[in-house]
């Protein structure tokens, strides 16, 4: 009889009938500490095994983003200004220029790898969560300056160019969930 069978589990089997265990395993063999190979704990919880961020590809993923989101935004906000100026028209934006678009484009790449980062660590998929916050917010930067821009081309060029920033940030955050390695 095995350390905690009792009379009931002994008459499942027959006597001498080989189970396909070795029971080494249970007279201190290599599983005595807490029934693992390594003798240490399970290695799926969080901070103790599973997958782990590769930090170096996740932030250069990032920085990457962030560079596509400043062109994007910046060049977006260049060709609406210079089409604007081609036709005798002054862009309403605001007072941002071309530079501060780049900006505002590299910041809110930041901000979705910061938020993508903590997604990850903290709900059951990420993915999911993330598609809809950042689509929710393309939506939000898309619309808001239709509603609060007087003239609706000036709001309809500055929606094009928070477009140009939101959908590369957007595209592009497929490359973080790749960061991960098991």
Known sequence: MYP???????RMGRPGQDYGYDDR????GGYA?????????????PGRGGPKLDMT??????????VVAALAGGLGAWIVDALFARFGHT???GGNTPTMYAIYGAVAALVAGLLWFLL???????????GWI??????AAVALPLLI????????????????IGLPIYALTGTFARTWRT
């Open 33 to 45: 500490d807490g029934g693992y190979a390594d003798g240490g704990a399970a290695v799926d919880g």
């Open 134 to 139: 950042i689509g929710l917010t393309i939506v």
């Open 149 to 164: 821009t007087p003239s609706l081309l000036d709001g309809l060029a500055a929606a094009v160019v928070n477009l140009f």
């Open 120 to 130: 990850h660590v903290g709900t059951p998929n990420p993915s999911g969560f993330f």
């Open 25 to 28: 395993q249970y007279q201190g």
């Open 57 to 66: 590809r996740f932030v250069g993923s990032v920085v990457a983003t962030a």
């Open 4 to 10: 905690g069978q009792d009379d009931q589990t002994r």
């Open 91 to 93: 862009w309403a934006n």
